[in-house]
């Protein structure tokens, strides 16, 4: 990290440095005294027959050389030495996971642990005040192994490169001037007693003798100094003989490094949003020891509720910070009693069910108190006849807690353990009439029940009448073709239809009825709410059979499964001329290769078994939910032994969601594994895309997850058409289930009154989240889509509970509303502990050094501020960086040595000479 670099020119004797033991500095100095002494002594002998200033000048010539001399033993040198002050640092972590959308306090309040957090960085100066001592750096940190930067501010990361070198001076030097003086001076005085002593005259040549030393010397010395320091000038430009040459913008000092560019937050709702779906406290806590110098971490902030639920152990992230010394400040949010309350955590039931079936509803309760609670479970159902009207959601009371709907049509009693497990309870429902429905489990808490606001969660389902019609498209008869077909054709919900493209005439079918070409009418095909196609012969069908097909897609929301396989994949991809290839590769959610079949990177015909290789974005997708319970899905698809083959689908296309890649390593190319099963919005309707017709292997596992698999599929694709509520619009979601903290894309295909499509700059709708609040969702146009009139927009969950869009199209006489709702949940891991980890916390901070600061119902977000930073203090680090001996000044230096040397003997020699002495 950047620090505060500054530089400075430091002279050194460097013999002086390596002289070590007091013996030798003894040595040393006695033997200069004894030279000092013998010189004197021996001049002082020489020369007592001559006047006093020959005598002091011949005296001070041979003492000057020899302190001459012993400067240059000890070798005086200059270096430019940086000096490198790290600032101080403080690093903040911040729970992202889930539980943080947890109440913050055991008082009944709507702010949640986030919300808090929020308030305590927003709303205080905490940050702005660690950032006039430390560099701060703010993480979130959830399931990752890795923290997340989200701020970093303060010493360092705002200021300008300094150099306290100073810039190069091409000024004339004062001092150089003074020495040229006095050495001219001397040199005048010097010939003038060369002259006197050569007519005769020896007596009187002292006085100019001893002026001549007194002027030479002292400018040698002046002269010199200058010209050994300002190494950038040439003698004659010091001495203003020359003019000083231009700087050269090539020969500038070393660059110094940029400084770290802050990063500022613009909404913290968004940085802090509880959405990861683990706490990985110790994987946090090593992330910052590893990124930061331990030297200079001043403590680690840690804002979370400390329940830790995956990732490395705690103890051994904190065991490192405390050999590092490091202080680690834990900030604990949530409660530390467990006050009496019981709540529904969370209801499931599906958002679509036909009359007569009956279908399961299942919650989860949790309780915390001092015993198990024995509670009334109800199950009510009614009509949903709310609106939003005047803002208001009519499923609200006026205390802002759910109405319930309609009568009690069922309910249990359960008991619920007090420790924060969870209990699961299941009733079953036989839909009374058609159309839009409301159901809510209620328990009924006990008199001591501290929020009354969690007894009741809602969900909306609709019953409808009519069947599902799907049409199955078949190359040939493939083991996934018949067995989705057999599946379909037993689902009484569905009416199947099938055209097997190499049938004969009279063969027999497990379908409601046999086709033997593609709809020839838009009648015929927009009677379909989804086709699905198993390695179709797409040569059969004709430009005008394409083009339908495109707007029953993108027009009537008609939903497609695209199943490729080894046989006429490879036929159509090969005929690249052929103008139907371009409408073909559109409807596809990847990019298909453009090589030919013995140069693509597709496998048929493998000898081994890969599973896919899911992403996160898998575990959002509903119909990947193939066991009864969601959580246990992927369980199974670990197990699955896997798929040989897959066709080569190099990337995903804008937009596009990809939920598996073949996992084969072989087959990776550029970092990128071949997609095996993706998806795409395509206008009004949806279209899903799979690798190779291998699903059927799930059968070997149980049928139930084949069944599952394939019955969730297609009801997906199809699921705009058989939501529809308006023939003037269509909205839709990515997903009808989430997470806490998931993102939510919002779609909506939308026409005017004249059945044109619509074209305004922006749609509302209105968002209604499971706490009664209202907000605006904004829809803007999409760019690059098949149809006009495609709107979207995209909102984040922050709460468990049901989600619903609205959207009201026409004017008040021909008001139509068109709905979607997501089911919102948390995951159980990050339920299981509500309550604060206390003694974890208080634990990081004793054995690391650290402060605990519970934050409680009576603590104030100043009070914690302060303690923050009247603990935290600064710990800065300076390091001297020597830098490599001037070799300009070093070789001036020995030139002007030997000048003044010289210079001193040839005065000594001519004065003894013109005073006869040997």
Excluded at 555 to 568: E, F, H, K, S, T
Aim: charged share 25%; glycine share 8%; aromatic share 8%.
């Amino acid at each position: 990290m950047n620090g505060t670099d500054t530089s400075q020119i430091v002279y050194e004797f460097v013999r002086a440095n390596s002289l070590e033991g007091w013996w030798v500095w003894a040595l040393l100095v006695a033997a200069l005294a004894t030279a000092l002494w013998a010189c004197i002594r021996y001049y002082r002998r020489d020369v007592a027959e001559l006047s006093v200033p020959i005598r002091a000048v011949l005296v001070g010539l041979r003492v000057a050389t020899v302190i001459a001399l012993v400067f240059f033993f000890f070798d005086l040198q200059r270096r430019a030495q940086r000096m490198v002050t790290r600032p101080s640092e403080v690093a903040v972590l911040v729970d992202t996971s889930q539980s943080m959308s947890l109440p913050s306090g055991s008082a009944i309040s709507t702010q949640s642990r986030s919300e808090r957090v929020e308030q305590l960085l927003k709303q205080t100066d905490v940050l702005d005040s660690l950032s006039k001592e430390h560099r701060v750096s703010v993480y979130g940190f959830g399931d990752d192994s890795q923290p997340r930067l989200i701020q970093s501010l303060g010493i360092g990361t705002d200021r300008e490169p300094e150099n306290s070198v100073e810039a190069n001076n091409t000024d004339l030097s004062k001092p150089a001037m003074v020495g040229s003086l006095l050495i001219a001076i001397g040199a005048v005085f010097a010939v003038l007693s060369l002259l006197i002593g050569a007519a005769g005259r020896g007596a009187s040549v002292g006085p100019w003798v001893l002026s001549s030393a007194v002027c030479l010397i002292p400018g040698i010395i002046t002269l010199g100094t200058t010209y050994c320091v300002r190494t950038e000038q040439t003698l004659t430009q010091l001495m203003g003989i020359d003019a000083p040459t231009p700087d050269d913008p090539d020969d500038k000092t070393d660059p110094q490094p940029e400084p770290d560019q802050p990063i500022r937050v613009i909404d913290w709702n968004d940085a802090i949003a509880a959405s990861a779906p683990q706490t990985h406290i110790g994987d946090a806590i090593r992330g910052v020891l590893a990124d930061h110098d331990p030297s200079t971490l001043a403590g680690i902030v840690l804002v979370s509720d400390g329940q830790a639920n995956g990732g490395s152990d705690m103890g051994t992230a904190v065991a490192s910070a405390r050999r590092s010394e490091v202080a680690v400040y834990p900030v604990g949010l949530g409660s530390s009693d467990a006050p009496t309350n019981i709540r529904v955590v969370d209801l499931d039931a599906p958002r679509r069910v036909y009359p007569g079936d009956k279908f399961a509803i299942t919650a989860v309760l949790q309780a915390s108190g001092s015993k198990p609670l024995e509670v009334e479970v109800q199950l009510l159902d009614g009509l949903d006849n709310t609106s939003t009207e005047n803002g208001q959601d009519d499923s609200r009371q006026a205390d802002g807690k759910i109405k319930p709907p309609g009568d009690v049509v069922d309910s249990q009693t359960v008991q619920v353990n007090n420790d924060g497990t969870l209990t699961g309870i299941r009733f079953e429902l036989e839909p009374e009439s058609v159309g839009r429905r409301r159901l809510a489990i209620r328990v009924i808490a006990p008199a001591e029940d501290q929020n009354d606001r969690d007894d009741l969660r809602d969900a909306r389902y609709e019953v409808v009448s009519r069947k599902l019609r799907v049409l199955a498209i078949a190359g040939g008869p493939t083991r996934e073709y018949r067995f989705v077909r057999n599946l379909l054709y037993r689902d009484k919900s569905v009416e199947i239809d099938a055209w097997l493209q190499t049938g004969q005439p009279g063969i027999s079918q497990d379908a409601d009825r046999l086709l033997t070409t593609f709809p020839e009418t838009a009648e015929e095909l927009f009677e379909y709410d989804a086709i699905a196609m198993f390695d179709p012969n797409w040569n059969s069908l004709s430009a005008e059979d394409l083009e339908l097909l495109d707007r029953w897609i993108s027009q009537q929301a008609g939903g497609m499964i695209l199943v490729a396989g080894p046989v006429y994949h490879p036929q159509w991809i090969r005929r690249q001329t052929d103008p139907r290839v371009a409408r073909i590769r559109g409807f596809f959610p990847v990019n298909l290769s453009t090589q030919s079949p013995l140069l693509s990177g597709g496998r048929q015909g493998g000898e081994t078994a890969w599973p896919p290789k899911f992403t996160p974005e898998a575990r959002r997708a509903e119909f990947l939910w193939i066991a009864e319970a969601p959580e246990d899905s992927f369980d199974v698809w670990d197990d699955f032994d896997g798929v040989y083959d897959y066709v080569d689908a190099k990337s995903a296309k804008p937009g596009a969601k990809v939920y598996s890649y073949f996992s084969d390593p072989t087959t990776e190319i550029a970092g990128s594994l071949p997609v095996y099963q993706a998806s795409q919005f395509y206008g009004a309707g949806r279209i899903f895309f799979q690798g190779s017709g291998e699903m059927w292997r799930l059968r070997g596992e149980s049928d139930a997850y084949f069944d599952s698999f394939y019955t969730k599929l297609v009801r997906w694709v199809s699921e705009g058409r058989l939501l529809r509520d308006s023939n003037r619009g269509i909205l839709m979601v990515d997903t009808s289930r989430a997470m806490v903290g998931d993102t939510i894309t919002v779609r909506a295909v939308l026409s005017d009154e004249q059945f044109e499509p619509l074209d305004v700059p922006e749609v509302r709708a209105k968002l209604l989240a499971p706490s009664g609040r209202i907000d605006d969702l904004r829809l803007n146009p999409l760019k690059g889509e098949p149809r006009a009139g495609t709107y979207g927009g995209r909102f984040v969950v922050r709460e468990a509970g049901s989600y619903e869009i609205r959207l009201t199209l026409g004017d008040a006489l021909d008001e139509q509303v068109v709905r979607q709702s997501v089911q919102v949940r948390l995951p159980t891991i990050e339920l299981e502990r509500p309550k604060r980890n206390d003694v974890d916390l208080e634990q990081f901070a004793s054995m690391t050094g650290g402060v605990y600061l519970p934050i409680n119902d009576d603590v104030t977000d100043e009070s914690i501020a302060t303690a923050l930073v009247s603990n935290l203090k600064p710990q800065p680090q300076t390091t001297i960086l020597p830098g490599t001996p001037d070799i300009d000044f070093n070789r001036r230096r020995n030139a002007v040595l030997m000048w003044l040397i010289g210079t001193m003997l040839t005065m000594e020699w001519v004065t003894r000479r013109l005073h006869r002495l040997a």
